[in-house]
C-alpha cells in the first residue's frame, strides 16, 4: 500500500533504539525524512548512522520531558526538511517502585517522561502542522487495558491517559487537519527486553496471547507509520490495540487444544 509519505517530515522521539528505531526504519523506507532524539548521544549518534543507509535522517539530542528541548526538536526538523507532517511520541518508561509506597521525586520523574512528554511533544508539533495538517501517534501500552501491579502501579493509569490525551486534542486540532492516535502495544521484544528477560515471565506472557508469541519492534512500527499515512486519513482520536490479542478472551488456549483435537 503506498502511504504517501514520501519526501514527507517525521519526528520520532525516543528513536535510537526499540520501537522508536524501527519507526524511524520504517518511514525512511516509505521515503520520508526523519529526525529523531535520546539523551544518549553516543546511541544518538550510532542510530543515525545505521538508519542513514535507508534515507535522510537526523539526529537530536533531547529530553522529552523538558519543554524547551521539545520545541526545539521541532525547530530543527523544520529548518533542516522545511516542513513537518508527522509526529511520534516515543518516550516512556516504567521505572520501579522503590519501597512500599511512591514519594513526591519517584512520582514526579514517571508524570514527567510517560505523560509530560507526550504533552510536549504533541504541543511543539502542533505549531508547525496548524497551516498544512499532520498526524501525531503516541505509543501508548497494553498496560493501559490491563493495569500493572506492585513495581510499576503507576505505569498502566499514565499510559490509559496517554491513550484519553490523543482523544482530546484529535478533538483540538480537528478543524486543521491534524489527526492524534495511538497505538498500544503488547509486549514487545526490543534489545533492551530481549537482554534482561527471565523465560519463566516470557512464558508466562506469550501465554495468555492469542498469537503465542511476543512481537517484533517492527511489528508495532509499521502500524504507527500506517496511522500517519493517507491510508488512515479518516482515523482520529482513535487507539490501535497491537497487543496479539493479549488478554482479549479467558481462555487463551481454547484454538491450539482444538487444533490439537482435544
Known amino acids: 500500500m503506498e502511504l504517501g509519505l514520501k519526501g514527507k517530515t517525521a519526528v520520532v522521539t525516543g528513536g535510537s533504539k526499540g520501537i522508536g528505531y524501527e519507526t524511524a526504519k520504517a518511514f525512511l523506507k516509505e521515503g520520508a525524512k526523519v529526525a529523531i532524539c535520546a539523551r544518549n548521544r553516543k546511541e544518538l549518534e550510532q542510530a543515525v548512522k545505521e538508519l542513514s543507509a535507508w534515507g535522510k535522517v537526523i539526529g537530536v539530542e533531547a529530553d522529552m520531558t523538558v519543554e524547551e528541548d521539545a520545541g526545539l526538536l521541532a525547530e530543527k526538523a523544520w529548518k533542516e526538511f522545511g516542513s513537518l507532517d508527522c509526529w511520534v511520541n516515543n518516550v516512556g518508561a516504567s521505572f520501579p517502585k522503590e519501597g512500599e509506597e511512591y514519594d513526591e521525586k519517584q512520582i514526579d520523574r514517571i508524570v514527567r517522561v510517560c505523560f509530560s512528554s ?145
Open 118 to 262: 507526550v504533552i510536549y511533544g504533541t504541543q511543539a508539533a502542533f505549531r508547525y502542522m496548524k497551516d498544512a495538517g499532520g498526524a501525531i501517534v503516541n505509543v501508548s501500552s497494553l498496560a493501559a487495558r490491563c493495569g500493572t501491579v506492585g513495581a510499576s502501579t503507576l505505569y498502566g493509569p499514565l499510559k490509559a491517559a496517554v491513550n484519553r490525551l490523543a482523544v482530546s486534542y484529535a478533538g483540538e486540532y480537528a478543524a486543521y487537519g491534524v489527526r492524534v492516535n495511538s497505538v498500544m502495544p503488547g509486549f514487545t521484544m526490543t534489545p533492551a527486553v530481549e537482554a534482561t528477560i527471565a523465560p519463566d515471565y516470557l512464558e508466562r506472557n506469550v501465554k495468555d496471547t492469542l498469537l503465542r508469541r511476543a512481537a517484533k519492534p517492527e511489528e508495532i512500527a509499521v502500524p504507527i507509520v500506517f496511522l500517519c499515512g493517507s491510508g488512515a486519513s479518516y482515523i482520529t482520536g482513535s487507539c490501535l490495540d497491537v497487543t496479539g490479542g493479549r488478554s482479549m478472551v479467558l481462555n487463551p488456549e481454547y484454538s491450539y487444544d482444538q487444533k490439537k483435537g482435544k
